[in-house]
T-cell receptor
Framework: ETGVTQTPRHLVMGMTNKKSLKCEQH?????MYWYKQSAKKPLELMFV???????ENNSVPSRFSPECPNSSHLFLHLHTLQPEDSALYLC????????????FGQGTRLTVV | GENVEQHPSTLSVQEGDSAVIKCTYS??????FPWYKQELGKRPQLIID?????GEKKDQRIAVTLNKTAKHFSLHITETQPEDSAVYFC????????FGAGTILRVKS
């Protein structure tokens, strides 16, 4: 266990549903990331939060909405997704400004039907 | 922003041979370069990293070299084994980690 936990592990949702992905880390890190992993783009950076402030939004559609209520938790709120949004969503955390290992969660396998 | 390119996208080697994966980065201020290995169905995990004040680092069968002038770094795996088969990602860090597109390494026994 790397200290980064994602829930749920698998999610199937319809295009009209609203769901949230959760990421939790207890490593004392102050930066958290959402990545999308698909066959087309193996590790695509979506959002970066540093000290609970969003510092990067990598041209992600507004149907993905991140939230970082504190340095240990990160959410990705999903609504009106498209089938092409089906992918593995990986959360990671690291220590900002003192770069070191980024730890990944196990990922949430999302299928949009 | 930072852009990381990784080559090759797939690499097949015979067991016992060496494998080399190369990455280039665009932001000269990037100062940390990790390599991750992702086995099928698992999360990416760090295997080796190098900081910008070091030119080479070795850990048993794996080594990483960094050329800051040319802005490229490479992963070297010697005496490859079937369990080395995985997807390998390089990354560059300035204010955030940006990954390369990955290399699928297949080690044939």
């Amino acid at each position: 266990e790397t200290g980064v936990t994602q829930t749920p592990r698998h999610l199937v949702m319809g295009m009209t549903n609203k769901k949230s992905l959760k990421c939790e880390q207890h490593l004392g890190h102050n930066a958290m990331y959402w990545y999308k992993q698909s066959a087309k783009k193996p590790l695509e950076l979506m959002f970066v939060y540093s000290l609970e402030e969003r510092v990067e939004n990598n041209s992600v559609p507004s149907r993905f909405s991140p939230e970082c209520p504190n340095s240990s938790h990160l959410f990705l709120h999903l609504h009106t997704l498209q089938p092409e949004d089906s992918a593995l969503y990986l959360c990671a955390s690291s220590q900002e400004r003192s770069p070191g290992e980024a730890f990944f969660g196990q990922g949430t396998r999302l299928t949009v039907v | 922003g930072e852009n990381v390119e990784q080559h090759p996208s797939t690499l097949s080697v015979q067991e016992g041979d060496s494998a080399v994966i190369k990455c280039t980065y665009s932001d000269s201020a990037s100062n940390y370069f990790p390599w991750y290995k992702q086995e099928l169905g698992k999360r990416p995990q760090l295997i080796i990293d190098i900081r910008s004040n070091v030119g080479e680092k070795k850990d048993q069968r794996i080594a990483v070299t960094l050329n800051k002038t040319a802005k490229h770094f490479s992963l070297h795996i010697t005496e490859t084994q079937p369990e080395d088969s995985a997807v390998y990602f390089c990354a560059a860090f300035r204010n955030k980690l940006v990954f390369g597109a990955g290399t699928i390494l297949r080690v044939k026994s």
